[in-house]
């Protein structure tokens, strides 16, 4: 079982920068990969990246490559979303997730959840 506390969400104008991050606990042994997503009123939640346990590993969602990075600390317990040149088109509710074994670019493959923080960039 794993338990996902996100934070560090904000508002920011365009082309600035913030610092999600993921607070987790539990059994990491059922961790597997871990990703953040994000959500808008009224549209699907998305993948935005994903990292493996280890932290070797990382996947980001043509949208955000270039701007975003992925990072975790074991030691720590901490999952981060780095977020540089935000866009209005950023702005989504970002939710971190845990869980997934196999193609994890899917909502559907991850099995744990944290509440999300609200992310919004002004034009």
């Known amino acids: 079982q794993v338990q996902l506390v996100e934070s560090g969400g904000g508002s920011v104008q365009r082309g600035g920068s913030l610092t999600l991050s993921c607070a987790y606990s539990?059994?990491?042994?059922?961790?597997?990969?871990m990703g953040w997503f994000r959500q808008t009123p009224g549209k699907e939640r998305e993948v935005v990246a994903s990292?493996?346990?280890?932290?070797?590993?990382?996947y980001y969602a043509d949208s955000v490559k270039g701007r975003f990075t992925i990072s975790k600390d074991n030691a720590k317990n901490t999952l981060l979303l780095q977020m540089n040149s935000l866009k209005p088109e950023d702005t989504a509710m970002y939710y971190c997730?845990?869980?997934?074994?196999?193609?994890?670019?899917?909502?559907?493959?991850?099995?744990?959840w944290g509440q999300g923080t609200q992310v919004t960039v002004s034009s």
């Open positions: 997730a845990a869980g997934c074994r196999l193609s994890c670019y899917t909502p559907q493959t991850y099995n744990y």
């Open positions: 990292i493996s346990t280890s932290g070797r590993g990382a």
């Open positions: 539990g059994n990491t042994d059922s961790q597997y990969i």
